[in-house]
Every structure is written in C-alpha cells, then in structure tokens.
C-alpha cells in the first residue's frame, strides 16, 4: 500500500512538471496567436548612461539601449530589427531589456517602440504549479479549492464585463449579485451544499456583510462625505461612489467568511460533542473564538492594504511630500476600507452566534417531533 502511495506521488509530480514545462514551451512559442507584432531580444547593448539629480536629491541613473530584436508574428515574422529603450536605475516606469525576453512592439509612424513585456510563459506555469500542489497536498478539499478560485475567476470577468456593457451605473448591484453566488459557490464546494454547517456560514456572511455595509453608509451619509474623498481612487471613467462600494463589499466579504468558518466550525464541534450544550455555552465559547480571531486577522487586512501602499508612499515622500498630503492621497480610502472590514470582523461574532443558536433551537425542536 505504501510502496503504491508512494508510484502515486511519484507519477503525479512526474505528471505536473511534464505539464509546467510542456505549457511554458508551448506559451514561448505562441506568438503566432497575436495579433500585436512580438519580437525575441536577441542582443541588448547599453549606448548611454548619465547619472542625475532632481531638487530633492534624489540620484538616478539614466540608461539607453541599442536592442536587436527578430519578429515572431506578423508579416515581418524571422526579420531583425534595431529599436531604443530608456530605462532608469529606479524602473518605476520603464523597463530593463534582456536577450532572450520576448516583448511586444507598438509602432508609431515609420519607427517601432517597446510597448510590454510577454509574461504569459511565466505566469500560467506559476498557477499550474500552485494548482498541482494544492491537489496534492490537500486532496479533495484542495481539488474543490482549485475548481472554486477558478470559477471565482470566471465569474469575476464575466461581471467586469456586465459592467463594461451595462455602464457604471450597474456595478455596485453587479458585485452585490457576484458576491452572493461567490460565497455560496465557494462555501457549497468547499464544506458541502447539503451541509446545515455550509449555510449557517453562509447566513452569518450574507447578515454580517450587510449591515455593516449599511453601517458605513449610513455613517457617510450623515457625515456628508467629510474627510473621505472618493475622486482619489483614480478611476475616471467609473463613477467614485459606487467603485468605492463595490472594493469594500468585497474586502469586507473575504475578511467575514474568513472568520465566520474558523468561529462557527468550532461552534458545531462543540455542538457535535456535547448534544446538550446550553445556549450561553455557545455565546460564550463564540466570544472567545472570535476574540482570538478578531486580532489576527485585523492586523493581516493592515498588513496587506500597508504592503500595496508602500511603493507610492516611498515615491510621495522622496518627491517633497508631507505625510499627511502623503497619507490623503495615498492612503486615507484605502485605511477607511481596512476599518469598514474591522468593523465586519467584529460584527461577525454576534451574527454567526445568533445563527448558530437559530439552528441548534431547530435542530433541538426536529428531535423533540421525532
């Protein structure tokens, strides 16, 4: 049994990497599928470089570029080219070229320019690699996770593209639909559709979800907006308001259902062991739960929603910036967002508790018919 465990593994990772390496061969050969002109780096050679400094001393070192490029697509497709690329030290808006990169050309007149890089060949193996290891090391719950990040996926782009044909008007309605089927999908594949535990849960999300949207609604709506400036999100051909909403429902969505599942999960544990728990036993075990939770994972959405922050804020600062002209243009919705999901975090353990004894008085009343 062991010895056929062990073939088991073996062919699998045998099996994943024939499959990593079969796809990023076939991706670095697939440039026939584009119809944007793309070209392989043959020879990249540095012509200039100066250094400078701008008003707050801040150093960088300009570089230009001679590439020798072949086409791969197109009607050029085998033809060499020469083109420039100019690229500083920093590479916040530009990009080094190496031989070997493959990358797509705009023209512009009579003269070809780098436009992106081709990251397909390094991306879509990453995500077959990290799907082959959650099957494995999971087994089906990691299969089911697999099929729902990838259906999560599709029905992501399938809304972005109702937006895109329906106008900016739909969108927040658009995320409210997507975030119902997301957490019923997920929660259904992932725990069981037939499972009482799967809809509890997913009770607990919808309620906690919605009031505390409402909560920040009604807080802005009081308030008038003072202090939150919506245009900063930098999105102009979508109107703030509903954009700002539609990010929030779904932050506050993944950092609910996170501990939703953790708290009520030990709520029917417990249930499970001793059929005659009381109901303040629930209230009380839940409270704790959900204290040991709620610190945790506030930090994490801090840490995170810091983490994406960081680049700009360096760039602000280092250009002249105070930290509170810093902090409004950069961070202040995004901190508003992390408060409005801490908010969610703490109101998910009144409302998943309340669920869980809605459910232990009906499952306690089909025993007393039976």
């Known amino acids: 049994m062991i010895l056929n465990k062990g073939k088991r593994h073996f062919l699998f990772w045998l099996c994943l990497l024939t499959v990593i390496l079969f796809t990023y061969f076939g991706l670095r ?3 026939s599928l584009y119809s944007k002109p793309v070209v392989l780096i043959e ?8 250094n400078s400094t701008d008003a707050y001393l801040n150093r960088v070192t300009n570089y230009r570029q001679k590439v020798k490029a072949k086409f791969l697509n197109t009607d050029r497709q085998g033809e060499k080219i020469w083109i420039e690329n ?18 797509f050309l705009r023209q512009q007149g009579d003269a070809w320019n780098f436009d992106n890089v081709k990251r397909d060949a390094t991306w879509i193996p990453l995500l077959i690699a990290l799907i082959g290891l959650l099957i494995n090391l999971m087994g089906k719950s990691g299969r089911l996770t697999a099929i ?23 969108l927040l309605p658009l995320f409210v639909i997507f975030s119902l089927i997301v957490s019923a999908l997920t ?11 799967t809809w509890v849960i997913f009770a607990t999300v919808v309620t906690t979800t919605l009031i505390t949207m409402l909560l920040a609604a009604l807080v802005f709506k009081l308030n008038h907006n003072q202090g939150v400036n ?16 539609s990010m929030t429902l779904v932050g506050v969505l993944g950092a609910v259902m996170d501990e939703s599942t953790d708290m009520i ?15 303040k036993e629930l209230i009380i075990a839940g409270r704790h739960v959900g204290q040991e939770i709620f610190g945790a994972l506030t930090n994490v959405l801090f ?13 602000f600062l280092r250009n002249g910036n105070n930290i509170g002209y810093t902090y409004d243009m950069n961070m202040a919705l995004g901190m508003v967002q992390t408060l409005i999901s801490a908010i969610g975090i703490v109101l998910t353990v009144p409302a998943g508790i309340l669920w869980v004894i809605i459910d232990s008085k009906y499952e306690m009343h089909k025993r007393r018919l039976n």
């Open 29 to 31: 050969h697939d440039a």
């Open 43 to 50: 020879k990249v050679k540095v012509i200039d470089e100066n």
């Open 86 to 103: 100019n690229y500083d030290s920093s590479q916040g808006m530009d990009q080094k070229l190496k031989p070997k990169m493959q990358i």
């Open 148 to 170: 729902s990040l990838v259906l999560n996926t599709i029905l992501f782009i399938i809304t972005i593209d109702l937006n895109l044909k329906t106008g900016t008007h739909y």
């Open 187 to 197: 929660l259904g594949l992932v725990m069981g559709f037939k499972k009482r535990q």
């Open 230 to 245: 919506f245009e900063l999100l930098g999105f102009i051909t979508q109107l703030p308001v509903p954009m700002f909403f």
């Open 265 to 279: 999960a030990t709520l029917f544990a417990l249930r499970k062991e001793n059929h005659d728990v009381t109901t």
């Open 303 to 315: 840490l995170i929603f810091i983490a994406g922050q960081i680049p700009m804020a360096i760039l």
